[in-house]
T-cell receptor
Framework: GAGVSQTPSNKVTEKGKYVELRCDPI?????LYWYRQSLGQGPEFLIY????????DSGLPNDRFFAVRPEGSVSTLKIQRTERGDSAMYLC??????????FGPGTRLTVL | GENVEQHPSTLSVQEGDSAVIKCTYS??????FPWYKQELGKRPQLIID?????GEKKDQRIAVTLNKTAKHFSLHITETQPEDSAVYFC????????FGRGTSLIVHP
């Protein structure tokens, strides 16, 4: 009965490194969303999964960003060659209906 | 794409007063309008939502109104309490949500 969980809660990396951020949605939720939130801003959409497939990846800023959800449950957001501008809170949300979304606690990424 | 404007960016009220936050959206295809409350360092939490076939919805001290013709919707909080202090985000969904920039509500005891 747990909510959405994300790991790690904090990630500090150096410019140019590769990072993976994990999201565990609420069990049975078929829709999963990734967002990026910078200080003083609302969540910014990155990618949306319906089941295993990416239904909409129009929010990914460039080809350094990639996400997978191989079994239709856990999802991993992957960022290659990180840049300082990638520093932000990365939020995951899941939904059963496609409307009401439940957010995870986020992963705060800091790129030095 | 969708564009959501949210006002004001900061709202300061006395405990017991009402607070109103307004959002406008650009795409008439948007059909779902949630409001989220985000306390400092915490995740956004859904507090109320409205679908495009409804004009108003109320849940205790919180209400949301929607004007589809004018493409705007508002959050109303009555009898504000210090624990209502947080950042509030609106969103318009088609079906991906576009969020407003947030309103920082401060309720003074």
């Amino acid at each position: 009965g747990a909510g959405v969980s994300q790991t790690p809660s904090n990630k500090v990396t150096e410019k140019g490194k590769y990072v993976e951020l994990r999201c565990d949605p609420i069990s049975g939720h078929t829709a999963l969303y990734w967002y990026r939130q910078s200080l003083g801003q609302g969540p910014e959409f990155l990618i949306y999964f319906q089941g295993t497939g990416a239904a909409d990846d129009s929010g990914l800023p460039n080809d350094r960003f990639f996400a997978v959800r191989p079994e239709g449950s856990v999802s991993t957001l992957k960022i290659q060659r990180t840049e300082r501008g990638d520093s932000a809170m990365y939020l995951c949300a899941s939904s059963l209906s496609g409307y009401e979304q439940f957010f995870g606690p986020g992963t705060r990424l800091t790129v030095l | 794409g969708e564009n959501v404007e949210q006002h004001p960016s900061t709202l300061s009220v006395q405990e017991g007063d009402s607070a109103v936050i307004k959002c406008t959206y650009s795409d008439s295809a948007s059909n779902y309008f949630p409001w989220y409350k985000q306390e400092l360092g915490k995740r956004p939490q859904l507090i109320i939502d409205i679908r495009s076939n409804v004009g108003e919805k109320k849940d205790q001290r919180i209400a949301v109104t929607l004007n589809k013709t004018a493409k705007h919707f508002s959050l109303h909080i009555t009898e504000t309490q210090p624990e209502d202090s947080a950042v509030y985000f609106c969103a318009a969904t088609i079906p991906i949500p576009t969020f407003g920039r947030g309103t920082s509500l401060i309720v003074h005891p």
